[in-house]
């Protein structure tokens, strides 16, 4: 059952922001954080880069810097508009689910990186050592639960979804 209500816009636009300011708090791109909610709050399945531009207020160099990065993170999947030069940006399915996964690739490459500089900074026994083999042996332990987790939440997902039906 859908139910239809009134959309407040003014409360959507301070989620947009509110959120865009939590994740640049934590060193994402604001402007990119503006785009992925303006996406999610969308009715429209995907917005224009002039229809992002116009909802934020922002210049069209913002909003092709921040799709850019939103796409290489799989946050954001860009297509053509038929019969247009024009391309629609909208979210990857199962943003968030895609957005980790590709994280883990991320993850090998600190993990991989970190390997190769031990050598460079004395080996692990070093004080510098010591803090880059504990950075490693983090993203290490992360990396190698984030399979088990992806698969918990596709499983919490499809339960929550037969629930609904």
Known sequence: MVTVTTRDEEAVR???ERLALLFADWGFPRMAARVLFALMTA????????ELAERLDASAAAISGAV??????GFVVREPVPGSRRDLYRLRDH?????TATAVQFYDLVISAADEVLGAVGG????????VAEMRDFFAFVRSRVPALLDEWQAARQARARARD
């Open 68 to 73: 850019r990065y939103l796409g290489q993170l």
């Open 43 to 50: 009715e429209a399945p995907g917005l224009t880069a002039n």
């Open 14 to 16: 301070g989620f947009v």
């Open 95 to 99: 943003t968030w689910y895609a957005g």
């Open 124 to 131: 692990p026994d070093t004080t510098v050592g010591e803090r």
